[in-house]
């Protein structure tokens, strides 16, 4: 899923590029693909008698329905999963946040069954077991990349740094069709690290830029920021 956009984006621009030159190295990447996945397909056959693996598992997972304030709900959800840290205090005020807001404008429960894996519970708690932990520091860093491009939209848009808004947008939109099928889950966390690996181009961009055009008294500001924040989070 959070490939998806940027294999539709690749697609578009090398057709645009090349036209139907296309079809031969496509076919053979293609090929390419399913030859490497040939075991695991046998794999799951023998198994489950399935191809691409047992109906099960992915059918719990799937929501049970769906319309934007349930898609909200998802996408606020998943985003919280990341933003609670070592203090009780904090993460508390973070669910009353997120369920008033629930309950007032979008007219919903937060533990909504048919977007909420098996029933569970919304918690904000802060994990750090493997299935669970959050990753504050980078989801941060990502929020503040793309309010940066939001607000630097049309400048960016008529430069040749225009790569960096379609990237961004493939990022979203991923993240956006991960919370508009999957139902929300406590240990959604494990499940979000494509996102984070594709988000480090994004993340590396915005600090580059903000660094480069800083003066030298931000740039030391900026140092002790990022330092401080590793501090505050570990």
């Not at 296309?22 to 390419?32: D, E, I, T």
């Not at 494990?190 to 996102?195: D, F, N």
């Amino acid at each position: 899923l959070f490939a998806l956009p940027f294999g539709l984006w690749f697609a578009f621009e090398s057709f645009k590029k090349y036209s139907f030159k296309l079809f031969k190295p496509a076919l053979a990447a293609s090929g390419v693909l399913i030859v490497t996945n040939i075991p695991f397909y046998i794999k799951n056959f023998i198994t489950t008698g399935v191809v691409i693996g047992d109906y099960t598992i992915s059918n719990m997972m799937k929501n049970d329905t769906l319309n934007i304030p349930l898609l909200i709900s998802n996408i606020i959800r998943n985003l919280t999963l990341h933003l609670t840290l070592a203090y009780g205090k904090l993460n508390f005020l973070i669910h009353k946040i997120v369920s008033s807001f629930h309950y007032r404008i979008l007219g919903i429960n937060p533990e909504e069954k048919a977007i909420s894996f098996l029933g569970e519970k919304y918690i904000t708690r802060f994990l750090m077991d493997d299935g669970s932990a959050g990753n504050f520091f980078l989801m941060f860093l990502i929020i503040l990349g793309i309010f940066y491009i939001a607000f630097n939209l049309k400048k960016l848009f008529y430069s040749q740094q225009k790569i960096i808004l379609w990237y961004t947008l493939s990022l979203i939109v991923g993240f956006g069709l991960f919370c508009a099928l999957f139902k929300w889950q406590p240990w959604n966390s494990r499940l979000h690290l494509p996102l984070f690996v594709g988000s480090v181009p994004l993340v590396t961009y915005f600090l580059h830029t903000v660094y480069y055009n800083a003066n030298l008294n931000h740039k030391k500001h900026f140092l002790w920021l990022l330092f401080l924040s590793f501090g505050i989070i570990s």
